[in-house]
């Protein structure tokens, strides 16, 4: 139906070249949104991998906190109040 509409308003002399120019610029726009869109998503992936790693490290460190072992002036302290130990 467009095709009939376009012929009539343009004429078949024009009509090839207003096929061809709008082909033309129906590509270039097809290839610049799957170009933005597989940057966006590799930046997403990218995104995504550094939050992970961030978490891992968050992590990583919270364990080494909990992990605090006592200095040896602070086991001899702690062993005052415990009863010796029987042979």
Sequence with gaps: MVAVIALFVVGPERLPGLVRTGGYWFGKIRYWINNTQSEMKREFHNAEI???ETEQKI????T???????????????????PPKQP
Excluded: F, G, I, M
Excluded at 59 to 62: G, K, P, T
């Design 50 to 52: 550094l939050r992970q």
């Design 59 to 62: 992590e990583q460190s919270a």
């Design 64 to 82: 080494e906190a909990l992990e605090v072992q006592p200095k040896p002036d602070e086991t001899s302290s702690a062993n005052e109040h415990l």
